[in-house]
């Protein structure tokens, strides 16, 4: 079982529509952090965090550190949403970062 | 402020041959990682550098890659020979202090062993 699981794989989506992605970890972390990566492997941070909610636009991360659980959440999804999300969780200070295997996320007009 | 920057982007080369990937953090980033990214799987740590001092190299298969950052600045990472099975993204990203900073990514080497 890897250390950081994500749900689903695959997303397909109509624009407009609500969409959450999950993060389940399995190791005590310090943070964790939600990545975007486009086609050509360009990554992007979108949010690192430790407790409770961050928001930056139509995107919410959520995390319940007692559930070892997080979300990702976009609002009013547009086709340039399209990529690949990650999630990344650093464990107790000076370990490395694990990476979930991501999840691809289409949205169509 | 500038990004981090690799080069090359794109590096074809055949199997047994050497390969060398460039980085050079966001200025005043103490921490730098390289990270390998296979098709389909997200990234795996090579290794990971706290000013010119290796923090954590374990999964770095040494009988053929190294990775240097002389001075605590720019990094390269070498392969010698290249496998096939070394055909994948490369990724730098770097942060300020410890891996609980935000990172920030280069926008990586797509390498092909053939």
């Known amino acids: 079982k890897n250390e950081v699981e994500q749900s689903p794989q695959n997303l397909t989506a109509q624009e407009g529509e609500f969409i959450t992605i999950n993060c389940s970890y399995s190791?005590?972390?310090?943070?964790l952090h939600w990545l975007q990566q486009h086609p050509g492997g360009g990554i992007v941070s979108l949010f690192m965090?430790?407790?409770g909610k961050k928001k930056h636009g139509r995107l919410i991360a959520t995390i319940n550190i007692q559930e070892k659980h997080s979300s990702l959440h976009i609002t009013a999804s547009h086709p340039r949403d399209s990529a690949v999300y990650i999630c990344?969780?650093?464990?107790?200070?000076?370990?490395?970062?694990?990476f979930g295997e991501g999840t691809q996320l289409t949205v169509n007009p | 402020e500038a990004g981090v920057a690799q080069s090359p982007r794109y590096k074809i080369i055949e199997k047994r041959q050497s390969v060398a990937f460039w980085c050079n953090p966001i200025s005043g980033h103490a921490t730098l990682y390289w990270y390998q990214q296979i098709l389909g799987q997200g990234p795996k740590l090579l290794i990971q550098f706290q000013n010119n001092g290796v923090v954590d190299d374990s999964q770095l298969p040494k009988d053929r890659f190294s990775a240097e950052r002389l001075k605590g600045v720019d990094s390269t990472l070498k392969i010698q020979p290249a496998k096939l099975e070394d055909s994948a993204v490369y990724l730098c990203a770097s942060s300020l202090g410890a891996e609980d900073e935000k990172l920030f990514f280069g926008s990586g080497t797509q390498l092909s062993v053939l």
């Open positions: 190791v005590g972390i310090s943070a």
């Open positions: 965090l430790s407790s």
């Open positions: 990344a969780v650093s464990g107790t200070s000076g370990s490395r970062l694990t």
